[in-house]
């Protein structure tokens, strides 16, 4: 294993310190999780705005420590990035993710999280595929979600990544859109099936008039580009019913319904269904 040596401060700082005590901590826990197999995924649903359909799934990973307490994604995510273990999390996490999804009605998608640093390894395509292989989960039914960073030094590899998953009929959705490395720019330069508007978008637009033009046109450049557009995080009835007015084709959020074990998914369709 790398030891991150230098990411230690010369100077003393009790503060600093704990906290890589902890995250040392964090780390060889996580190891010792994933080596075990006890992340779990939880589904998020992704709603077709005009008629309140249920879409597909968000996979999204749950980490319960020992004494009971989830440490957030972001944070664990990030954690298995530097200690070289997303491989082994991610593809682990999807088997589990597929063999739920594989009991749903067979025209749900499942949405996965890709994280930066996976889009640049060559093998990536090849593992996902050979996943849904045994699984026996059909690709076409698989969107991944990823968000572009600044760690990708080389474009060309990662859209042939992308090209050969689309080729078997695997989605691509650009995760996190308006914020960060998630830009204007992956637009011209990735083949990209959806754009997924970040919440922070959704969560202002009502108030801020200027929000609100500029997801109509994001949702505007989306339908020029041809691709279907899902706004995150829709917490109230009137996002949503503002985000359905100007035409929005997909919503998630806690309006529709919040990160759930798989066997809340059942319950949560029939319910759905109802509405
Ligand atoms: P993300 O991909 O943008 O996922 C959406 C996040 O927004 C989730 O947080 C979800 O619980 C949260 N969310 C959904 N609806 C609402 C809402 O209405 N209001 C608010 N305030 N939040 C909402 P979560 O589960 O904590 O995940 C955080 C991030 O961790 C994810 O952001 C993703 O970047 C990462 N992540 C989670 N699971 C995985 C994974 O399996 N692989 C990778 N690479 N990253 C993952
Ligand atoms: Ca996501
Ligand atoms: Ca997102
Ligand atoms: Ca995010």
């Known amino acids: 294993a790398k030891r991150r040596k230098s990411s230690v401060p010369c100077a003393y700082d009790p503060q600093m310190a ?7 901590r964090i ?3 996580l190891r010792d999780a994933i080596a075990n197999d006890t992340l779990m995924p939880y589904f998020q649903p992704l709603v077709r705005l005009n008629n309140r359909t249920v879409y597909g799934f968000e996979t999204l990973a749950r980490w319960q420590r020992q004494d009971g307490s989830f ?9 298995a990035e530097n200690a070289g273990l997303i491989t082994d999390l991610s593809d682990k996490l999807l088997r589990k993710a597929c063999l739920a999804a594989r009991n749903w009605p067979a025209n749900l998608i499942l949405a996965f999280n890709i994280s930066p640093r996976q889009l640049s390894d ?3 395509g090849n593992r996902l595929l050979r996943i849904l292989k045994e699984v026996d989960f059909p690709p076409q039914r698989l969107s991944i979600e990823i968000t572009e ?12 990544i992308l090209d050969q998953l689309r080729a078997v ?26 754009i997924k508007i970040d919440r922070q978008f959704t ?3 009502m108030e801020n008039d200027k929000q609100s033009k500029i997801v109509r046109s994001v949702l505007e450049l989306g339908r020029v580009l041809e691709i279907s557009m899902l706004a995150e ?30 066997e809340a998914v059942p319950a949560y369709l029939i319910d759905s269904q109802r509405n």
């Open 18 to 24: 704990e906290t890589l005590a902890e995250r040392l």
């Open 27 to 29: 780390e060889t826990e």
């Open 71 to 79: 440490v957030p994604p972001d944070v664990f995510i990030r954690t």
């Open 122 to 124: 060559q093998f990536l």
């Open 149 to 160: 960073s600044a760690i990708i030094r080389d474009i060309g590899e990662t859209v042939r």
């Open 169 to 194: 009929g695997v989605r691509i959705a650009l995760d996190d859109f308006g914020t960060g490395y998630s830009s204007l720019a992956q637009l011209a330069q990735l083949p990209l099936d959806k």
């Open 203 to 205: 969560a202002n637009f």
């Open 233 to 262: 995080g829709v917490e109230t009835d009137e996002q949503y019913q503002m985000l359905r007015a100007m035409g929005c084709y997909l919503g998630q959020g806690y309006l529709f319904g919040r990160p759930m074990p798989a």
